[in-house]
């Protein structure tokens, strides 16, 4: 009986010896695993950060390209309430843009409390007639 007592205590041992290496090989693969994560996490911060600052910068440029935004838009005499940005005068060629929507025109009527003029300088707010519909938020930009 004492010989079957050493064995089951060798078959033991090798089994907690195999059961701490499988252990670390886990513990191991975890860690790779982890570090493939963080790997990838850091390079969609990264990309992230570069589309934001692309963003940012045609924000910017469109920014400053705009003459002016239609604050209100009268649909039934097809007139556009603007605030003005930059000046504007008649017979200048302007293209509005909101969303995807974007058409071109000439400045062919500009006009402030009923009273036509013929350009408007910045901080107006001024009536123009529009070709097609002009949604408020709707962007002003030169051609």
Known sequence: MAKKSRTKKKSTKVTKRKMKIVKKVKKVGKVKKVRKIRKVKKAKA???KK???AKKKLVAKIAEQVI????HYYDHIGVAVIA???TIRLGDTIRLKHGNHI???KVE???VNHTPITSAAKGQEVGMKVDEVADEGT????V
């Not at 002016?68 to 604050?71: D, M, Y």
């Not at 962007?139 to 030169?142: C, N, S, Y």
């Open 109 to 111: 009527s500009l006009q």
């Open 46 to 48: 990264k990309a992230t």
């Open 68 to 71: 002016g935004k239609v604050t």
């Open 84 to 86: 003005v940005n930059e």
């Open 139 to 142: 962007l002003i930009l030169p």
């Open 103 to 105: 058409f071109e025109q």
């Open 51 to 53: 589309i934001t600052v």
